[in-house]
C-alpha cells in the first residue's frame, strides 16, 4: 500500500491555481478522478480542514466524499457549504496521498 503512487487523472496543474490553491465558490462541485491501480489495496479518505479560527466546516460527506468508481479508479468531490480557507487532507489507509494536502479557498456564493 503506497499513496504516494495514487495518480490524479489529468493531473493537480488542472484543479489549482498559480498559488497551487484549489479555487471553488459555495454551490460548486468539484471531482477529481483518481487512478488508484498503483497504490495497492485500500481506501482512499479524504476531509476538509478549517484554517480559519474557528473551525466551522464539519466533515460532512455533503462537503467532501470519496467515490470507488472502478476498481482502479476513485473520484473525490468537493462541495464545501461554507466559504473560508481549508486544508484538502486525503489519505490511502493512513498514507498521505502524493501532492496532498491541497489548500482550498471557498468564496462567498455570487448574488443573483
Known amino acids: 500500500m503506497d499513496g504516494s503512487k495514487l495518480r490524479v487523472i489529468g493531473g493537480w496543474d488542472v484543479h489549482v491555481d498559480g498559488e497551487n490553491v484549489i ?24 476531509r476538509l480542514d478549517s484554517t480559519d479560527t474557528p473551525h466551522i466546516i464539519p466533515n460532512t460527506e455533503e462537503n467532501c ?7 482502479s479508479r476513485s473520484k473525490l468531490i468537493l462541495n464545501p457549504n461554507r ?11 493512513n498514507f498521505d496521498i502524493d501532492g496532498a494536502p491541497k489548500l482550498l479557498y471557498v468564496h462567498p456564493a455570487s448574488p443573483g
Not at 462541485?29 to 489495496?41: C, L, M, S, Y
Not at 466524499?65 to 476498481?71: D, K, P, S
Open 23 to 46: 479555487q471553488l465558490a459555495i454551490g460548486e462541485e468539484r471531482k477529481i478522478a483518481f487512478n488508484t491501480v498503483d497504490a495497492g489495496p485500500g481506501i482512499m479518505e479524504a
Open 65 to 71: 466524499r470519496v467515490e470507488t468508481t472502478a476498481a
Open 83 to 93: 466559504a473560508g480557507n481549508y486544508r484538502l487532507v486525503l489519505k490511502w489507509g
